[in-house]
């Protein structure tokens, strides 16, 4: 199992940006695929991006490819979220999470261990 801990979220004018930024413990290497998701009130977790285990391979939500970058350290057993041109639709609790396994999916269900989340507002 591995622990993760998110950190980097508050709030943001329209437009602005924020880093984001996940340390994972425990039975942590690069065969870990690395997600961001996020959930809206009233709305169900979806993704944001993920990323290989090795970094070679990324994936993005349409809504935010473009806008945001997913990257890791794996020296540093780090994951972080990059995001640029931040709209009010953004705005969520923004969730680290990681899967025993090198390859990245979108689907949450796929990930086995997961972050307490981080709060982003963006503002108009």
């Known amino acids: 199992q591995v622990q993760l801990v998110e950190s980097g979220g508050g709030l943001v004018q329209a437009g602005g940006s924020l880093r984001l930024s996940c340390v994972a413990s425990?039975?942590?290497?690069?065969?870990?695929?690395m997600g961001w998701f996020r959930q809206a009130p009233g709305k169900e977790r979806e993704i944001v991006a993920a990323i290989s285990g090795s970094g070679s391979g990324t994936l993005y939500a349409d809504s935010v490819n473009g806008r945001f970058t997913i990257s890791r350290d794996n020296a540093k057993n780090m994951a972080y979220l990059q995001m640029d041109s931040l709209k009010p639709e953004d705005t969520a609790v923004y969730y680290c999470?990681?899967?025993?396994?090198?390859?990245?999916?979108?689907?949450?269900?796929?990930?086995?261990?997961w972050g307490q989340g981080t709060q982003v507002t963006v503002s108009t």
């Open positions: 425990g039975r942590t290497s690069s065969g870990y695929a």
């Open positions: 999470a990681a899967r025993g396994s090198p390859n990245a999916f979108r689907a949450a269900g796929m990930y086995d261990s």
